[in-house]
């Protein structure tokens, strides 16, 4: 009948619909810093629960519908934020040395870190945010999930004799 009303995936129920591992944490645009031209591309972003960061090629599910690139994100080590004065806002994502972190398909990952000279750290990832608050909500999101994570240290006031004696040098 051409009366019938088009389906609206929202009104259709399904088991673990509701779920929290399966609803998204954090989802967005940022960018990533392509390995090898050490350019930007924006994309789009999901975080979730089950500790994923997938990327994908639009935020239309019907065009990007299989994630380009996904992190496992207990298997990383998450890089400090840039600080607020600082020109880009980034931070970065390190993986395991042995390939494990990134579910990226294809390619030589298992042996690429002994042929670029690169075997004694994993692969890592940068990203970078359009301004410093969207930056650090991602930054903030992705620490609870990561297995470790890194702050910079505050650069502490030195006072005293010693401090003296340094900055005369």
Known sequence: SPETPLRNPEHINYPSKEDPAVLPVHTGYIERKKRFTRSYRESYYV?????????????DPAVGHQPLFSLFLPMCTLGPPSSSSA???????EGRKDGTGSTKTGGLRGIAGT????GGSGPAWT???????????????IRMLCARY???SEQLERSGPVAAAVRAV
């Open 87 to 93: 020109k880009s806002h980034k931070f970065h994502i």
């Open 47 to 59: 975080l979730t629960a089950a500790g994923f960061l997938h990327e994908y090629s639009s935020s």
């Open 115 to 118: 042929l670029t000279g690169r």
């Open 150 to 152: 890194l702050v910079a």
């Open 127 to 141: 990203f970078r945010g359009p301004s410093h608050d969207d930056m650090m909500e991602w930054w903030n999101d």
